[in-house]
């Protein structure tokens, strides 16, 4: 809600997205558990996950460009950002704050207490934080609701306070139908304004793993 904050200029929030290298990251700091956050904010394994679209890989020159439409060459001038955590994430953070360090950004990482940093988010006192989400039910609308404007928090799931007529409508719409394949094709996209705006910086597509002995079958 800070309105002088540069986080407001689409072009900050997609250099930060291009800066660090999603797939070193998963290699080194999740063990390779799980999926870089290369197509959106849909994950794979939700009907609606779309591979062929294009979110944001690791492009250092595209973040510097951007950096220097946006008024900031080199990082010249950009104020210090304030990325909020908590210890459990902490190395995950101080990496993506390594990388984006070099292109010319300040980044400056937090760490809190899981309930402070959670009233943080719902208060909309954290301009930048680490999140995460797990689907109630297996469909993207679950997703795609964190960024429908009426469920700004506290009130609702919508902790970035991201605002857009158009991807309402699409919402609106998508509620409305029962027919799997329309839905899909409005949650398709929904999912490209949230590429195109980034509100948020999609990291990963987690998994989780489970460890059974070798006279366990049929468990899926």
């Given at each position: 809600?800070?309105?002088?904050?540069?986080?407001?200029?689409?072009?900050?929030?997609?250099?930060?997205?291009?800066?660090?290298?999603?797939?070193?990251?998963?290699?080194?700091?999740?063990?390779?558990?799980?999926?870089?956050?290369?197509?959106?904010?849909?994950?794979?394994?939700?009907?609606?996950?779309?591979?062929?679209?294009?979110?944001?890989?690791?492009?250092?020159?595209?973040?510097?460009?951007?950096?220097?439409?946006?008024?900031?060459?080199?990082?010249?001038?950009?104020?210090?950002?304030?990325?909020?955590?908590?210890?459990?994430?902490?190395?995950?953070?101080?990496?993506?704050?390594?990388?984006?360090?070099?292109?010319?950004?300040?980044?400056?990482?937090?760490?809190?207490?899981?309930?402070?940093?959670?009233?943080?988010?719902?208060?909309?006192?954290?301009?930048?934080?680490?999140?995460?989400?797990?689907?109630?039910?297996?469909?993207?609308?679950?997703?795609?609701?964190?960024?429908?404007?009426?469920?700004?928090?506290?009130?609702?799931?919508?902790?970035?306070?991201?605002?857009?007529?158009?991807?309402?409508?699409?919402?609106?719409?998508?509620?409305?139908?029962?027919?799997?394949?329309?839905?899909?094709?409005?949650?398709?996209?929904?999912n490209e304004i949230i590429i195109e705006e980034a509100p948020v910086i999609v990291l990963y597509y987690d998994q989780i793993?489970?460890?059974?002995?070798?006279?366990?079958?049929?468990?899926?």
């Open positions: 809600d800070d309105e002088h904050s540069p986080l407001h200029d689409k072009r900050i929030r997609q250099a930060l997205s291009y800066g660090f290298d999603r797939k070193k990251m998963m290699k080194y700091m999740r063990n390779d558990i799980g999926e870089p956050g290369l197509n959106g904010f849909i994950p794979f394994g939700i009907p609606g996950y779309d591979s062929t679209l294009q979110g944001y890989d690791y492009n250092p020159q595209k973040a510097k460009q951007l950096l220097s439409e946006a008024g900031y060459p080199n990082g010249k001038g950009l104020p210090t950002l304030t990325l909020s955590t908590t210890a459990n994430y902490a190395d995950l953070c101080k990496y993506i704050q390594q990388q984006l360090n070099l292109l010319g950004f300040d980044i400056k990482v937090d760490v809190n207490p899981p309930a402070s940093l959670r009233e943080q988010m719902s208060q909309g006192k954290s301009a930048w934080f680490r999140g995460s989400w797990i689907a109630d039910y297996p469909d993207a609308e679950n997703y795609l609701s964190l960024f429908y404007s009426p469920n700004k928090a506290p009130n609702g799931p919508n902790y970035t306070h991201f605002k857009n007529a158009r991807y309402d409508k699409l919402y609106e719409d998508a509620q409305k139908t029962s027919n799997e394949a329309t839905r899909i094709k409005l949650y398709h996209q929904m793993l489970h460890f059974t002995q070798k006279n366990v079958t049929g468990l899926r």
